[in-house]
């Protein structure tokens, strides 16, 4: 979740942090069975359904892929563009948002694995003099603590989102291209919300100084790390970082901001260095399926990596919309209703909203694309379908 959309912002991810003592546990999902006839399953009818309900809450397009062993449903609902209409493209272009932070968080783990650097290691012993300034610490910060939310530093996004306040100004931002240590300033300009390990409060400040520590303990930038170790093994061949280009490669929908009920701007083309290693990647929903289907299978870590990362603590700031739901390292858990539950995590940046969810064994995976910036309704209704696909068969 990487936005800075005013209204979802100040609503959900920049809340006062809560739990001041955090609980840490291994949360085992167990895999809904899937295959044969099933007079209940899921199916094309029901994917149109729910991406049709999506629409209906007042995007202007969605599409969804589904995928269950075998077997892979895809659908779409409402247009590309409000204006010109078309059909949505199910293979096209979108940027994934903090998507990104899981393709950061499995680096990091790599190069644990690879004993080059260790979870418990100080932010200062990487980045020495950085994190810093305001009560902000990097030698009592470490690298397990920015992975899980739980350094308390204070969010640089939220300080960009109060820029937003008409077309104009956005427009201003919108080509605006920032350094990896301009956003850790910003940030650095605040106290933190609370002392490291104390609490819970989703900061995109984190994982751009997990960036700037993959660099530094790699010798090469986070993003060519990420598709030396990720996008190419996997064949990802739609996923890319685009640095300081404000180009969406084509095919791709038009994408939306809404400043308020009347006011729109498109911003489908718009430089996001400012999101850095905490949500810049572009990706289309073939190529993050099967992200998402190697981190449920544990293909790209090892047992002892991936049961780190599958270490969550209460994600406390998500509480009123996502009950129950907890943080690992770079991932998310979630319960379902009928009981489980998945892991995954979304995305956002002005104009796109991913959501997605995976089974423990990655088996099954969906991937939601909505080129709007979504509200509650929205969310609420993409988090629908996932729920339906986890809880019946295909």
């Not at 029901?46 to 209906?56: E, G, K, S, T, V």
């Not at 939306?256 to 489908?268: G, M, N, P, S």
């Amino acid at each position: 979740m990487t936005v800075f959309d005013a209204r979802w912002v100040s609503r959900r991810w920049f809340k006062a942090a809560a739990a001041a003592v955090m609980v840490v546990v291994t949360v085992s999902v167990g895999h809904v069975a899937w295959g044969g006839d099933a007079p209940h399953g899921y199916g094309q009818a029901q994917l149109q359904r729910d991406l049709d309900a999506i629409r209906d809450t007042g995007v202007s397009g969605v599409f969804a892929e589904v995928r269950s062993g075998q077997r892979r449903l895809s659908g779409t609902s409402g247009v590309a563009d409000f204006d010109a209409g078309g059909a949505v493209d199910p293979d096209g272009y979108f940027r994934m948002g903090s998507n990104t932070k899981t393709f950061v968080a499995v680096v990091v783990l790599q190069l644990v694995r690879e004993r080059r650097m260790s979870l418990d290691d100080p932010v200062e012993r990487w980045l020495p003099g950085v994190v810093t300034g305001n009560g902000n610490d990097g030698q009592a910060i470490t690298v397990r603590q920015l992975l899980q939310h739980t350094s308390g530093l204070h969010n640089y996004a939220e300080d960009l989102s109060q820029r937003i306040t008409s077309v104009a100004e956005y427009q201003k931002l919108r080509f605006e291209s920032f350094a990896p240590d301009q956003l850790v300033g910003i940030a650095m300009a605040h106290a933190p919300k609370f002392a490291p390990g104390q609490g819970f409060s989703y900061s995109n400040t984190n994982y751009v100084l997990l960036g700037m520590i993959i660099e530094r303990v790699s010798g090469r930038p986070w993003n060519v790390e990420v598709h030396n170790r990720i996008v190419r093994p996997l064949g990802l061949r739609h996923t890319i970082a685009p640095g300081d280009s404000a180009d969406l490669p084509d095919p791709h929908a038009s994408a939306y901001l809404f400043l308020d009920a009347q006011t729109r701007v498109e911003t489908a083309d718009a430089a996001v260095n400012w999101s850095d290693a905490a949500g810049a990647l572009v990706t289309n929903a073939d190529d993050l399926s099967r992200f998402w289907s190697a981190i449920g299978r544990g293909t790209l870590l090892r047992r002892a990596e991936q049961d780190e990362m599958r270490r969550t603590v209460p994600a406390t700031t998500f509480e009123e919309d996502q009950p129950g739901t907890r943080y690992g390292l770079g991932i998310q858990w979630t319960p379902l209703s009928c009981g489980g539950g998945y892991w995954f995590h979304d995305g956002d940046v002005p104009g796109f909203s991913t959501k997605n969810g995976v089974s423990a064994d990655g088996r099954t995976t969906v991937v939601i694309s909505i080129s709007t910036s979504a509200d509650t309704p929205t969310h609420d209704a993409a988090w629908k379908l996932i729920d339906n696909v986890m809880c019946r068969r295909l």
